[in-house]
């Protein structure tokens, strides 16, 4: 059970490491890669929608947490059912 816990706690913080860089990274080159263009902008204005949507259709973050935490739990009680097979005598 010990290595359950360690395998999650550590799997957690890998998740999160690498979503949030990689969200970080990808605002950083789309913030530096942006050029405004007003006249643009006021042209479409005009076609906007006059409701704002509040809530968003695509599946929440801690919906896909919860199934990649999921997966990694079955991942790693599958792995488990399986025997480690020492090596050394085949040849």
């Known amino acids: 059970m010990k290595k359950f816990i360690v395998f999650i ?4 913080l890998l998740f999160f490491l690498l979503v949030f860089s990689a969200d970080f990274l990808s605002g950083v ?5 942006y050029v405004p263009n007003v006249n643009e902008a006021w042209n479409s204005s005009a076609a ?3 409701q704002v949507e509040l809530f968003s259709v695509s ?5 896909n947490f919860l199934l990649a935490l999921l997966a990694a739990s079955a991942a790693y009680f599958i792995s488990q059912r ?6 050394s005598n085949a040849r």
């Open 9 to 12: 706690v550590s799997f957690i």
């Open 29 to 33: 080159f789309l913030t530096s890669s």
């Open 48 to 50: 906007l929608p006059e």
């Open 59 to 63: 599946s929440p973050f801690s919906l």
């Open 82 to 87: 399986f025997p480690k097979r020492n090596h």
